[in-house]
């Protein structure tokens, strides 16, 4: 297996354009995640999905941010309109069904907004 | 809720030396926990895991930590390092009353010097 897979690995905008960032999990795996990394506030869980349907997303900053998974292979992170604060490495993570407790990450994607 | 404190947010060290980073966490319930690795520019990798059983849990590249439930502490460690060691590393927690989502500690950055 692949691993997860993540594009765009770098996407430079600027302020004010819609940006989406693309996952695609690890075949068979259940639950979808999207974590942002930045050096003020580490590692932060936007929002999971278990079996396709919107668990959590009470990670999720704001309205601008939106994320949607229209089938089990593949899930997508929105921003929409962009700000510099928003510069940071998404990274979206899978794990099995229930009784695994491992999540195999992406290797990310690093976010500039100029 | 859970939390996890990593004490020590940089932690350098000459090669071939033993190193212990540190990982502390909170929760009134049972816990799982986790060590991961961030090589530069890379995605998160596990390197171990206590579910539950022996509190003495060995991992890839010669890692090790032990869980200690009254003092609440995950500490990883590694009785000698490689340059090849240096990188980011995460301590996580799950409990069971929280879903599916891992909380994460702030980070360590192991830096081996030659």
């Known amino acids: 297996d692949a691993g997860v897979i993540q594009s765009p690995r770098h996407e430079v905008t600027e302020m004010g354009q819609e940006v989406t960032l693309r996952c695609k999990p690890i075949?068979?795996?259940?639950?979808l995640f999207w974590y942002r990394q930045t050096m003020m506030r580490g590692l932060e869980l936007l929002i999971y999905?278990?079996?396709?349907?919107?668990?959590?997303d009470s990670g999720m900053p704001e309205d601008r941010f939106s994320a949607k998974m229209p089938n089990a292979s593949f899930s997508t992170l929105k921003i929409q309109p962009s700000e510099p604060r928003d510069s940071a490495v998404y990274f979206c993570?899978?794990?099995?069904?229930?009784?695994?407790?491992?999540?195999?990450f992406g290797p990310g994607t690093r976010l500039t907004v100029l | 809720a859970q939390s996890v404190t990593q004490l020590d947010s940089q932690v350098p060290v000459f090669e071939e030396a033993p190193v212990e980073l540190r990982c502390n966490y909170s929760?009134?319930?049972?816990?799982?926990l986790f060590w991961y690795v961030q090589y530069p520019n890379q995605g998160l990798q596990l390197l171990l895991k206590y579910l539950s059983g022996s509190t003495l849990v060995k991992g890839i590249n010669g890692f090790e930590a032990e869980f200690n439930k009254s003092q609440t502490s995950f500490h990883l460690r590694k009785p000698s390092v490689h340059i090849s060691d240096t990188a980011e590393y995460f301590c996580?927690?799950?409990?069971?009353?929280?879903?599916?989502?891992?909380?994460f500690g702030g980070g360590t950055r192991l830096m081996v010097k030659p």
């Open positions: 075949s068979g795996h259940d639950y």
């Open positions: 993570a899978s794990r099995p069904g229930t009784g695994y407790n491992e999540q195999f």
């Open positions: 996580a927690v799950r409990t069971n009353n929280a879903g599916n989502m891992l909380t």
């Open positions: 999905f278990n079996n396709n349907v919107p668990i959590d």
């Open positions: 929760s009134s319930v049972s816990v799982y």
